[in-house]
């Protein structure tokens, strides 16, 4: 897919590295911890899931992760799903009930420490409910960096890749052009054909 952008992070002298510098990056490529097409998930066990975040810089390796937090990383990355998809229709979006509870529920603060206010985890260097706290922030980091609306699902219900459109006119359905574009053409020329005259 075109947008399969990694997301490093390390850790340096017991911290955290920090968050991707491209919050909307960040977003898609947590929202495509399951790949569709493949039905492959990356975060349905606590040792996938830990070893995703602390990949990406966003808790310490070898901290642990539990069911509970398999449960709201599922919900949050199917909730920001949707929220991306409603992007394709901005008169329409509406944010899903769910992941304003998981929203909800994420420990955050505001911190002034910084060179900007920023949305924090309340626990750092805590274990997985600190890293998806992170993404949660990276939400809002993506607003202030004017990407969130442009954050989209592929229209192709087999695919629905997360990817950030970056076409002037902000009207990209696909993922890929050449692969899910071009399918979706394919589709419609064939349904076109088969039409009665």
């Known amino acids: 897919m075109d947008e399969e952008d990694a997301m490093g992070g390390t850790e340096t002298g017991g911290n955290l590295a920090p968050p991707p510098a491209d ?30 975040l602390a990949g990406r810089g966003l808790m310490p390796e070898g901290a642990g992760a539990s069911d509970a937090d398999v449960r709201t990383a599922v919900a949050l990355r199917e909730g920001l799903r949707e929220a991306m998809e409603a992007h394709h229709r901005p008169d329409e979006a509406d944010i899903p009930d769910d992941l304003e509870d998981v929203l909800a529920a994420l420990p955050l603060r ?80 064939r349904a076109r054909r088969r039409a009665p005259a």
Do not use: H
């Open 110 to 189: 505001v911190s002034l420490a910084g060179p900007r206010p920023a949305l924090v985890p309340l626990d750092p260097l805590g274990a997985a409910a600190g890293g998806l706290a992170r993404i949660a922030a990276a939400v809002m980091d993506s607003v202030a960096a004017g990407t969130w609306p442009r954050l989209k699902t592929c229209q192709i219900d087999t695919c629905r890749w997360a990817f950030l459109d970056t076409s002037k006119n902000r009207s990209r359905s696909w993922c890929s052009m050449k692969v899910c574009g071009n399918r979706a053409k394919t589709r419609a020329y």
């Open 23 to 52: 919050p909307a990056l960040l977003l898609a490529d947590f929202v495509n911890t399951l790949d569709v097409e493949s039905a492959t998930d990356e975060i349905t066990t606590p040792g996938g899931l830990a070893g995703w």
